[in-house]
């Protein structure tokens, strides 16, 4: 099963994540099969590609409970 999740980058206390497609079965940091996006919660910026996350939601991709408060805040 695919799903949208974060990918955890940066150091320690200056944290940011990428959002990638990734097969539920892989870690965390495991290589993705696509990035669509970035968040830094540092100073709360959001780049998301909106169009292909819903190509991917309409293909079957589940999205965690954070990239779904991601997707309503952009």
């Known amino acids: 099963m695919l799903k949208l999740r974060l990918k955890?980058?940066?150091r320690?206390?200056?944290r940011f994540y990428r959002i990638i497609l990734i097969d539920s079965r892989k870690k965390r940091d495991s290589k993705a099969i696509e990035e669509l996006g970035y968040y830094n919660p540092i100073n709360k910026d959001i780049q998301l590609n909106i169009d292909r996350v819903k190509e991917k939601i309409k293909e079957g991709a589940v999205l965690t409970k954070t990239i779904e408060y991601l997707i309503k805040k952009v």
């Open 8 to 10: 955890k980058l940066g």
């Open 12 to 14: 320690k206390k200056k």
